[in-house]
């Protein structure tokens, strides 16, 4: 079982620059769930999908921000243009329409310089 | 915001019981108990849950107080690789509505030879 895969694992950019984080969810999840994670704020809950569907984005701090889920495979979290604090660890997580387990990817690390 | 309060931190020795309390005066009827963990570095990871009765897995059990207003992770045998950040997070189930974990600050647990 692959687990949730996140890529890239690891990104250093400049302020300024375009930033795709991308996620694959475990096969036959329908719920898809973006957190980030600073020491000051914690866990935080940006965006999460429901059959591709975005069902609550409240969480997604400003319009710099944008998430897609294209198809049940698939989703991308979009920083456009980056600043330096958006530095931060971008978690990726899914679960099954009755699972009450919600799994995370290893998370990726962006760093805005 | 989260609707739990839990310790910053807390020590166990090795290979003694880890007792991690929760306090969630505010849960509602329908809302489940939540544990998950985070070691350093890792996406959280799953522990277990529970709605008013005992559970018991693999990895730890969950008392729950009659009232429910609180509850208590037990890991029975403590080791330093359960050292990590635990999460009591309350929500309803998945298969009730589709919502996502709330996390708060958690307890950092760390286990010492």
């Known amino acids: 079982d692959a687990g949730v895969i996140q890529s890239p694992r690891h990104e250093v950019t400049e302020m300024g620059q375009e930033v795709t984080l991308r996620c694959k969810p475990i096969s036959g999840h329908d719920y898809l769930f973006w957190y980030r994670q600073t020491m000051m704020r914690g866990l935080e809950l940006l965006i999460y999908f429901n059959n591709n569907v975005p069902i609550d984005d409240s969480g997604m701090p400003e319009d710099r921000f944008s998430a897609k889920m294209p198809n049940a495979s698939f989703s991308t979290l979009k920083i456009q243009p980056s600043e330096p604090r958006d530095s931060a660890v971008y978690f990726c997580?899914?679960?099954?329409?009755?699972?009450?387990?919600?799994?995370f990817g290893e998370g990726s690390w962006l760093t805005v310089v | 915001d989260a609707k739990t309060t839990q310790p910053t931190s807390m020590d166990c020795a090795e290979g003694r019981a880890a007792n991690l309390p929760c306090n969630h005066s505010t849960i509602s009827g329908n809302e489940y108990v939540y544990w998950y963990r985070q070691i350093h570095s890792q996406g959280p990871q799953y522990i277990i849950h529970?709605?008013?009765n005992n559970e018991t897995n693999e990895m730890a059990s969950l008392i729950i107080t009659e009232d429910r207003k609180s509850s208590t992770l037990i890991l029975p045998h403590a080791t330093l690789r359960d050292t990590a950040v635990y999460y009591c997070i309350v929500r309803v189930a998945a298969h009730q509505a589709g919502t996502a974990l709330i996390f708060g600050k958690g307890t950092t647990l760390s286990v010492s030879s």
């Open positions: 529970g709605l008013k």
């Open positions: 997580a899914s679960s099954r329409p009755s699972g009450n387990t919600i799994y």
